[in-house]
Every structure is written in C-alpha cells, then in structure tokens.
C-alpha cells in the first residue's frame, strides 16, 4: 500500500514515498470536499463521489486478493482435483499483481497531487485481503488442513491484521529522515508474505501438494489431534516478523 499525501495508511509499501510535514491547500481542498461527500446527507452514491483515482486503483489491490481465494475455492471444487492446475496458478498469479497496484496507488495520487480520508484505510484493508488472507488460503489450498495447521494459519493472518493496526497508530512516531520519510520499517512489511507465495509456487511446479506428492516435511504427529504440516512454521514466523517491534529494517 502505498502512501497517500497526507494520509496515514498501514501497508508497508506505504513508507516508500517521502511525506510532506503539512499538506498542501490542494489536499486541504481535496480532503474537505470528501469530507462533505462521506457526510449523512450527502446522497446515496456520495461515496462512489468521494473516491479518487488512486483509491479505485487500490480497489484493485484487493480485487486481486479476493479473487485470488475464489480461485483457490474453485480449485478445491474441481472434479479432476487435485491434478487440474489452472485455478491454482490463478490464484498464485493475482497476488504479486495486487503487489503491482499496491505500489501504483501511491505513484498515482503523488501524481495527481490528490490526498484521500478513505485511502488510509481502503490501503490496510486492501494488504490484508492480498497478503495476508490470501496467501494463508492458498496454504490451506494446497495442503495445511489440520485443524493444528488451521489455528497457525488464523494466527498468520492476525498478526498481519495488528501489523497494520499498529502502523496505523504509531507512524506518526517513528523516526523520520530529512524529507519526511520513516527511516525504517518496523517489523517485517506484509507484503513480504509473497516471499511465502513464491516458494508455494515452487511447490506447485513441483506436484509438492496435498493429494500428489505431498507438501515438503510431510505431515508430524499423523492421527493425532495435534497433527500438522511443518511447513505451516513458516507462516508462523512470518507473523511473529510482522509483530516484531525489534525488527528495524532500513529503507531504500
């Protein structure tokens, strides 16, 4: 999610771009007039008004999430599951272009010189769906279906939920360099979950799935109430990364 001028968002990308102390009369302007569109008696479509153009692109970020785990869905669906493919490279496809709209919304209201009230928030929401629900459903996908594996997973996904709740509160107060800008992410951004996403499409390539060859480590503790997939740890330390507060990584 990138920032938007002005606005305080909670994606990790949204650190990228440098942020002016005071906003500009145009964003003053541009904020107060969606102010009045969001308003109770501003009209029935005076929310669709009050988008701006990087505010749809962000629509795509999350458009791209949620069709990501209908895919997954209709992998499972399938009749030649688990061996017909196309839906699952959908969905592994859709995630890294989510990536790609979740570095233009920043660029295009930069451009456009256009701050937005609902473009922090429609950014935090957009990343979760994206990387953070997504990818936890393409791991249940493709083979980490315990009810162990399931609770990790939950677990995955909640820690980027607070990751963006966090940013959201305390940017503000981290650390800036002369332009403006944080000088580091705290916690691992989530869109680093992709990293996860490009190792499952390894495993994918491989037939290294549930119902073909089975995922790598295959399952521990098999029978038991407590059986699961070693590879769910994975997820697992990629959200206590995202919670981290003594993780400080530089920016570019």
Same mark, same amino acid.
């Given at each position: 999610?990138?920032?938007?001028?002005?606005?305080?968002?909670?994606?990790?990308?949204?650190?990228?771009?440098?942020?002016?102390?005071?906003?500009?009369?145009?964003?003053?302007?541009?904020?107060?007039?969606?102010?009045?569109?969001?308003?109770?008696?501003?009209?029935?479509?005076?929310?669709?008004?009050?988008?701006?153009?990087?505010?749809?692109?962000?629509?795509?970020?999350?458009?791209?999430?949620?069709?990501?785990?209908?895919?997954?869905?209709?992998?499972?669906?399938?009749?030649?599951?688990?061996?017909?493919? /196309?839906?699952?490279? !959908?969905?592994? &496809?859709? *995630?890294?272009?989510?990536?790609?709209? =979740?570095?233009? +919304? $920043?660029?295009?209201?930069?451009?456009?010189?256009?701050?937005?009230?609902?473009?922090?928030?429609?950014?935090?929401?957009?990343?979760?769906?994206?990387?953070?629900?997504?990818?936890?459903?393409?791991?249940?996908?493709?083979?980490?279906?315990?009810?162990?594996?399931?609770?990790?997973?939950?677990?995955?996904?909640?820690?980027?939920?607070?990751?963006?709740?966090?940013?959201?509160?305390?940017?503000?107060?981290?650390?800036?360099?002369?332009?403006?800008?944080?000088?580091?992410?705290?916690?691992?951004?989530? /869109?680093?979950?992709? !990293?996860?996403? &490009?190792? *499952?499409?390894?495993?994918?390539?491989? =037939?290294?799935? +549930? $119902?073909?060859?089975?995922?790598?480590?295959?399952?521990?503790?098999?029978?038991?109430?407590?059986?699961?997939?070693?590879?769910?740890?994975?997820?697992?330390?990629?959200?206590?990364?995202?919670?981290?507060?003594?993780?400080?990584?530089?920016?570019?």
């Amino acid at each position: 999610m990138s920032r938007r001028p002005g606005a305080v968002d909670g994606s990790a990308s949204a650190d990228n771009a440098p942020v002016d102390s005071k906003p500009s009369r145009t964003e003053d302007t541009g904020q107060e007039k969606q102010k009045m569109l969001l308003g109770s008696n501003a009209g029935h479509f005076s929310m669709i008004q009050a988008l701006h153009l990087a505010d749809l692109i962000t629509e795509l970020n999350g458009f791209c999430g949620v069709m990501s785990i209908f895919s997954c869905l209709r992998y499972c669906m399938d009749e030649q599951f688990p061996h017909n493919k /196309p839906q699952l490279w !959908a969905a592994l &496809t859709l *995630m890294p272009l989510g990536l790609f709209f =979740d570095f233009m +919304d $920043g660029r295009v209201a930069r451009w456009r010189k256009k701050s937005s009230l609902m473009g922090q928030e429609l950014d935090s929401l957009a990343d979760l769906v994206s990387f953070g629900l997504a990818p936890a459903s393409l791991a249940f996908t493709i083979g980490m279906r315990t009810t162990l594996d399931s609770l990790l997973l939950t677990f995955f996904v909640l820690c980027g939920l607070t990751r963006l709740a966090r940013f959201n509160v305390t940017v503000q107060t981290l650390p800036k360099d002369a332009t403006g800008k944080s000088k580091y992410f705290e916690g691992t951004p989530i /869109p680093t979950t992709l !990293a996860i996403v &490009t190792m *499952m499409a390894y495993w994918v390539s491989q =037939d290294w799935i +549930d $119902g073909v060859n089975g995922l790598p480590g295959g399952v521990w503790g098999k029978g038991a109430l407590w059986q699961f997939h070693p590879a769910v740890l994975i997820f697992v330390l990629s959200g206590c990364g995202m919670v981290s507060r003594t993780i400080h990584i530089p920016k570019p």
